[in-house]
Nanobody
Framework: QVQIVESGGGLVQAGGSLRLSCEASSINLRIDDLAWYRQGPGQRELVASVDKGGNAKYADSVKGRFTISRDTGKNTVYLQMDGLKPEDTDLYLC???????????????WGQGTPVTVSS
């Protein structure tokens, strides 16, 4: 019901930058909230999110370095990552929350992830 296309991961030196993209599409659901998580050794950690109103949230560890933005017309969310550190190395996953007006409930879909590696 929701398709996700992620891109932008890769290898970069410490202090460098990367830009992740996540495009969500659905023929029958309304795309509401978009977010980037990272896998980590345990549970997934929220990196940044932006809701349908454009309100953004960030993990404390990335504030001032990462910027999330949204192209509402394309249902695409971008994560600009500057000042990357080796500890940012991880698999980054896009999370899409859509509204199913037929079932009157939210529908959540995860992307497969894009790897980010930061060398020291």
């Amino acid at each position: 019901q929701v398709q996700i296309v992620e891109s932008g991961g890769g290898l970069v030196q410490a202090g460098g930058s990367l830009r992740l993209s996540c495009e969500a599409s659905s023929i029958n659901l309304r795309i509401d909230d978009l977010a980037w998580y990272r896998q980590g050794p345990g549970q997934r950690e929220l990196v940044a999110s932006v809701d349908k109103g454009g309100n953004a949230k960030y993990a404390d560890s990335v504030k001032g370095r990462f910027t999330i933005s949204r192209d509402t017309g394309k249902n695409t969310v971008y994560l600009q990552m500057d000042g990357l550190k080796p500890e940012d190395t991880d698999l980054y996953l896009c999370k899409v929350v859509a509204w199913d007006s037929w079932r009157r409930r939210p529908y959540t879909k995860w992307g497969q992830g894009t790897p980010v590696t930061v060398s020291s």
